[in-house]
């Protein structure tokens, strides 16, 4: 993004959904769940050994040495030399007619992986962005072993908090106090990200890959849910009753469910369920994560320069640090709210919506970094944006 640069039209792209999870964290015995059902028709999967994933008795036929095709319709694919090769190969062949044409992408990435050059090579790839969009990260935590890895691994903490999805797995053979203990670390660190439980879940595809930073069919929503701006209002990076109201607000469905089934499966369990959480709330400071979140928020129009000018020195500044930016802006300049998104020191192409997706027109502009202090970027923030020139 550069000052000179005017904000564009929307323009339709095939949504990719990131699945990305740790080591061992069930990333293809959910991949290979997914792809069975009718709702994911129609899809093309890109994965980095096709020799791993064990999806051999779902194959029916073979396009070429990197590309099969399930008999659930969806297109399988490796990744040859890198991403941007094999989606910009898979597009044109699309376009050919020499594969199905496909209405979405999942890229599963190995489990030791930083997404963050994955998030980036989506974004910067200029043939690629102008033909895909990030629909979403999709992060699978193992509800026995998530809690270690999270304390022992960065990566592990970066893949659950850039997530927008959280799929926990293996709940059917986890503690459920550990279970529980894992949500509410899990909300601290991305309380943006709605949780989802892989065992429990039956909806799953649907669940996972409508993140939609745009989609036109039913852009406003989705730009809300994506956001999820509110979940991070309020203060980002301790504060675990802020967040836990937060949670129990914003998050209906799955915490309610999370509850009602400790309480149903064991009764009793519901009253030592309020000291429980007590504990988790030692639990979630005593990890003390440097990973967090914030949001800054702004009421009145914003110049698009100044904006581009922030967002620059930000990421020069701050770059390192930042994990993911996720904003809708309200620009003096465009009638309509523009959305941004940006991983590090790089930013995707901003989009133009067609409307407000509710009557809340600030702009809010959602961090999720490492060592950075929501307070250094709100200084940053209002003397290049809002201080009067
Ligand atoms: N009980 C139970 N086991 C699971 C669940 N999800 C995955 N597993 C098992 O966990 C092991 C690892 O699962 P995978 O799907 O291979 O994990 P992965 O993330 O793809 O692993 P890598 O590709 O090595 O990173 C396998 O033995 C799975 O059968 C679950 O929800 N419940």
């Known amino acids: 993004m550069t000052a000179t640069q005017t904000p564009p039209a929307p323009t339709p792209r095939l949504p990719i959904s990131v699945l990305t999870g740790f080591l061992g964290s069930g990333k293809t015995t959910l991949l290979s769940r997914l792809i069975r059902d009718p709702g994911m028709a129609r899809t093309a999967v890109v994965i980095n050994e096709f020799g791993e994933v064990g999806l051999d008795h779902l194959l029916v036929s073979k396009a070429d040495e990197n590309t099969v095709l399930m008999d659930s319709g969806c297109l399988c694919c490796t990744i040859r ?47 690629i962005a102008s033909r895909f969009r ?63 439980d892989a065992q429990k879940d039956e909806s799953l595809p649907v669940l996972l890959f409508e993140a939609g930073l745009y989609n036109p069919q039913t852009k406003s929503l ?100 930042i994990l993911r930016v996720k904003g809708l802006l309200n620009v003096e300049e465009a009638e309509r709210p523009i959305v941004i998104h940006g991983v590090q020191h790089l930013f995707h192409p901003p989009v133009q919506l067609e409307g407000w997706p509710t009557d809340d027109h600030r702009t809010r502009i959602v961090f999720i970094v490492k060592d950075l202090q929501k307070d250094t970027v709100q200084a940053l923030f209002d003397a290049m944006v809002t201080a009067k020139a």
Not at 142 to 157: I, R
Not at 225 to 253: I, Q, S
Request: aromatic share 4%; proline share 3%.
């Open 81 to 127: 030399s890198d991403l941007s090769d094999t989606l910009r190969d898979l597009y044109m062949r699309r376009l050919r007619g020499e594969v199905p044409e496909f209405d979405r992408v999942v890229i599963e990435t190995t489990g030791l992986a930083d997404p963050a050059p994955i998030l980036h090579t989506l974004m910067t790839d200029p043939l």
């Open 134 to 196: 990030l629909d979403g990260v999709v992060t699978t935590v193992d509800a026995v072993h998530g809690m270690k890895q999270l304390d022992e691994h960065e990566e592990s903490l970066k893949q659950a908090a850039v997530a927008d999805r959280v799929v926990l797995t293996k709940t059917d053979i986890a503690d459920k106090d550990a279970v529980y203990n894992l949500r509410h670390r899990l909300q601290h660190l991305n309380p943006g990200a709605t949780q989802v």
């Open 222 to 321: 989705d730009v809300q849910r994506w956001l999820k701006a509110e979940a991070y209002e309020g203060d980002g990076h301790d504060h675990g009753h802020d967040h836990d109201h937060g949670h129990h607000h914003h998050d209906h469905g799955h915490d309610h469910d999370h509850d009602h089934a400790h309480c149903d499966h064991d009764h009793g369990h519901c009253a030592h369920d309020h000291g429980h959480d007590h504990d988790h709330h030692h639990d979630a400071n005593r990890h003390n994560d440097k990973i967090h979140s914030f949001v800054v928020t702004h009421e009145a129009p914003l110049s698009w320069d100044k904006l581009v000018g922030f967002f620059e020195t930000v990421a020069q500044a701050h770059g390192d640090s």
